[in-house]
């Protein structure tokens, strides 16, 4: 029913990105706001969001993550990011980390979920962003940010979460607390990951980045969004994300959600000197 109501994206706009020689970067999209990123010696996931309870499911019940799913789809991890606790970013991150050992990384919302479903604390890492936590040989850094209008104009489930939520929970007792972008250093390229589209310009200043995982929701809700992530964070290429619906199963063909105007976006990227490289749920790309 809902494919008859949402528009799917053209298979024009995904933009193929073989591996070479020289890559040193493998990145697998999860679709919403969910990657992958995978080198030689290190796995991070962020925002892993793959069971997508259906819409009926979400409203009226509490969202169970899909074990089985989430164990075939992302069987290595070393760390998981989150950038905020909306369940459609959360809800499947603690089972991933209880699968593979990961540490839950993100905001006080985000450990507080990690408790509420159980994770042992030598499995949590609380940041306020700013400081460098070392990932292997790699870094992460979580950039203070604020929340996209994503919702029609307006912050969608505001607040933050100081105690553990009901586990399982129900979608609206997910608060989104503390919004983190993240800068990953692999040594070799830098990549940060923008999941809702909006940020704290100070915050970005004098960050430097070669790819950036850009959300597409809400984008039309800030000014010269784009153009300004690309003149704050200087990038080689842009990855938009959060362009699907979070109920669209992820082996189906995937639907845009109603706000989103992918082809706008692509050519927003151009015009500010990028390359746009669209993935296809569960596509990789190298680098």
């Known amino acids: 029913m809902l494919s008859r109501l949402l528009n799917q994206p053209e298979r024009s706009w995904y933009t193929p990105v073989a591996k070479s020689a020289n890559s040193t ?48 789809l992302i069987p290595e991890a070393d760390d998981v990011l989150i950038g905020h606790a909306h369940y459609d970013h959360i ?13 839950l990384i993100g905001s006080t919302a985000t450990i507080m979920v990690g408790r509420a479903a159980g994770l042992p604390e030598a499995q949590l890492v609380e940041t306020q962003g700013h400081e460098i936590i070392e990932s292997g040989s790699w870094q992460v850094r ?13 912050i969608p489930l505001p607040g933050d979460m100081t105690e553990p939520p009901p586990w399982p929970p129900r979608f609206y007792q997910l608060k989104h607390g503390l919004v983190l972008n993240w800068l990953v250093d692999t040594g070799n390229l830098k ?7 909006d940020f704290i310009e100070e915050e970005l200043a004098g960050v430097q980045a070669d790819i950036v995982c850009l959300c597409a929701i809400g984008r039309h809700y800030r000014p010269n969004y784009v153009k300004d992530v690309v003149r ?16 669209t199963p992820i082996h189906d063909t995937p639907d845009l959600l109603p706000q989103v105007d992918m082809p706008g976006m692509i050519e ?15 596509g990789k790309a190298w680098f």
Not at 42 to 51: E, M, N, V
Not at 91 to 103: F, H, I, M, N, V
Not at 191 to 197: C, G, R, Y
């Open 25 to 72: 970067l493998e990145i697998l999209y999860l679709g919403t706001a969910g990657f992958v990123l995978k080198s030689q010696n290190r796995i991070i996931a962020l925002d892993p969001y793959i069971s997508r309870p259906s819409l009926w499911q979400s409203l009226s019940q509490p969202l169970v993550p899909n074990t089985a799913l989430i164990e075939q």
């Open 91 to 103: 809800l499947d991150a603690p089972q991933l980390c209880r699968s593979t050992g990961a540490r």
């Open 142 to 154: 979580g950039l203070p940010s604020i929340h996209g209008k994503a919702a029609f104009g307006r």
């Open 191 to 197: 990549v940060v990951h923008i999941d809702s589209a």
């Open 232 to 247: 704050l964070l200087q990038p080689k290429w842009i990855i938009p994300c959060h362009w699907d619906s979070m109920v």
């Open 268 to 282: 927003e990227i151009r015009a500010a000197g990028c390359e746009p490289v669209v993935m296809p749920i569960l």
